[in-house]
Nanobody
Framework: QVQLVESGGGLVQAGGSLRLSCAASGNIFTINVMGWYRQVPGKQRELVAA???????NYADSVKGRFTISRDNAKNTVYLQMNSLKPEDTAVYYC???????????????WGQGTQVTVSS
């Protein structure tokens, strides 16, 4: 079994910063991609940023230049540094991991429980 545990959400004023963390634990062989998605009520979940094990990144246009994704492969942890936050960044942020479970030879996709980020104007 694999778990993703997020932390770091909260309330911040516009222009402020937050750092999200997501630690993956369990029967993991290797993690291919770790990323962050966000969702607001009534809308589809959208990609914010993703980072491959090799170090390739993908960012939503709306966060380029403001958010930075990084990971510690040894700790199976991914981070999202969010700067210059805007009210429209308000959402529930979900961690995602695409990984191989140890001993199974199979690839799975897991989600964290979500953490609320609220940016006040």
């Amino acid at each position: 079994q694999v778990q993703l545990v997020e932390s770091g959400g909260g309330l911040v004023q516009a222009g402020g910063s937050l750092r999200l963390s997501c630690a993956a634990s369990g029967n993991i062989f290797t993690i291919n991609v770790m990323g962050w998605y966000r969702q607001v009520p009534g809308k589809q979940r959208e990609l914010v940023a993703a980072l491959t094990k090799a170090g390739n990144t993908n960012y939503a246009d709306s966060v380029k230049g403001r958010f930075t994704i990084s990971r510690d492969n040894a700790k199976n942890t991914v981070y999202l540094q969010m700067n210059s936050l805007k009210p429209e960044d308000t959402a529930v942020y979900y961690c995602n991991a695409d990984l191989f479970v140890a001993g199974s030879g199979r690839r799975y996709n897991y989600w964290g429980q979500g953490t609320q980020v609220t940016v006040s104007s």
